[in-house]
C-alpha cells in the first residue's frame, strides 16, 4: 500500500488539486483589531485637526484683538487672503522664508549634519565624544537660551566683534547688515545636531560587507560613500529632510531675539509676519490667514518628502 507524503510549505500544488479556501475577513475582527488606536485618533482630531479647522475659519474672518471685531467677528470669506496677496511685503516674507529654510535647513543642517557624522565614525572614541558634546549642547538648549546666546554672538559689541577686534579686524554691526546671515547660521548651529544624530544611526546601520566588496571592487572612499553609502540611507536623508523643514517652517523665537524681523523686514520672515499682523497690529483675521499659508507650504513640503519615502516603504 503506498501512502503519499505531505505537501511542502510553499510546494506547488499537484495538477487537480483543490486550491486551499481563502479566509473570509470578518468586518467584526477588523473593527476590533482597530479599537486600541481609538484614543490616538480622537486625541489627534482634538488636539491636531481641531486647532487646524479653527485656523481655517479664522482666517475668513475679520476677527481682531480690539474694536467690534474682537467680541463679534464676522465672515468675510477671503477677503483677508485678497489683502495679503496684495500686500507688498508678503512676497518678500515668503522669499525670505525660503531662503532661510533652503539654506540653514536642507543644506546647512544636513550637510553638516552628514559630515560630522562621516568624520565620526572614523575618528577615534575621545574626538567623537567631544565633537558630539560640543554639537549636541546647542541642540538641548531651551530655545530662548540658544537665541540670546546666538545674538550675543552677532550682536555690535558682541564675541565675534572681540574677536575681530583682536586680530585687527573691523568689527561690523552684523545684525544689522547681514540679519539672514546670521539668523541662518545661528540655525544651522543650533540644529545641526539632530541632523548628526540621524545620519550616525543610519550609516552605523550600513552593512560593512557591502562597502567591504566595493573597497575590493577598486572603488575609492568617495565613489564608495557617494555610490554605496548614500543609496542605502537615502530614507534616513529623506525623513531628515522632511523634519529639519517642518522644524524650520515654525522659527520664530531665534529670529524675534536676534533681529526682530528687521532692519525694516529684512528678516521678517512668515511666522513673524503672522505674529506682527495678529498681535502687534492686532488683525488676528488676516495673522491666521499668514498662518494658514505656512500650514500650507509645510504640508507641500510633506507630501512630497512621503513621495519620496513612498517606494521604500512599499
Not at 553609502?229 to 531675539?257: D, G, H, K
Request: hydrophobic residues 50%; charged residues 10%; aromatic residues 10%.
Amino acid at each position: 500500500m503506498s501512502t503519499t507524503a505531505p505537501t511542502a510549505l510553499g510546494a506547488p500544488r499537484a495538477p487537480g488539486a483543490a486550491r486551499p479556501a481563502q479566509r473570509k475577513r470578518r468586518p467584526g475582527r477588523t473593527l476590533l483589531r482597530s479599537a486600541p488606536l481609538l484614543p490616538a485618533v480622537v486625541l489627534l482630531g482634538v488636539f491636531l485637526l481641531g486647532p487646524v479647522i479653527s485656523s481655517l475659519y479664522g482666517s475668513l474672518t475679520d476677527s481682531s484683538l480690539s474694536g467690534a471685531s474682537a467680541a463679534n467677528a464676522e465672515f468675510v470669506g477671503f477677503e483677508n487672503y485678497a489683502s495679503l496677496f496684495a500686500d507688498p511685503d508678503f512676497p518678500k516674507s515668503v522669499l525670505l522664508t525660503l531662503v532661510f529654510l533652503v539654506a540653514s535647513a536642507l543644506i546647512g543642517q544636513n550637510c553638516l549634519g552628514l559630515g560630522l557624522a562621516v568624520l565620526m565614525q572614523s575618528s577615534h572614541k575621545p574626538v567623537r565624544v567631544i565633537v558630539s558634546t560640543i554639537v549636541v549642547t546647542a541642540w538641548v538648549l531651551p530655545e530662548i537660551v540658544a537665541s540670546f546666546a546666538a545674538y550675543a554672538f552677532f550682536n555690535d559689541g558682541g564675541t565675534l566683534n572681540t574677536m575681530l577686534t583682536g586680530l585687527g579686524i573691523p568689527g561690523v554691526n552684523w545684525l544689522y547688515v547681514f540679519p539672514m546671515l546670521c539668523v541662518i547660521l545661528a540655525n544651522i548651529w543650533r540644529g545641526t545636531a539632530f541632523s548628526m544624530l540621524v545620519y550616525t544611526a543610519a550609516l552605523n546601520d550600513v552593512p560593512p560587507e557591502i562597502t567591504e566588496a566595493a573597497e575590493v571592487d577598486g572603488a575609492r572612499g568617495w565613489q564608495r560613500f557617494i555610490l554605496v553609502t548614500v543609496p542605502m540611507i537615502r530614507r534616513s536623508i529623506s525623513t531628515n529632510l522632511m523634519l529639519t523643514t517642518l522644524q524650520t517652517l515654525s522659527v520664530f523665537a531665534l529670529i524675534f531675539v536676534m533681529t526682530g524681523g528687521g532692519p525694516g523686514t529684512d528678516s521678517t520672515t512668515l511666522p513673524l509676519l503672522a505674529y506682527q499682523e495678529a498681535f502687534r497690529f492686532g488683525e488676528l483675521g488676516f495673522g491666521t490667514a499668514i498662518a494658514t499659508i505656512l500650514l500650507l507650504v509645510g504640508a507641500i513640503f510633506g507630501v512630497l518628502y512621503i513621495r519620496a519615502l513612498k517606494p521604500e516603504v512599499d
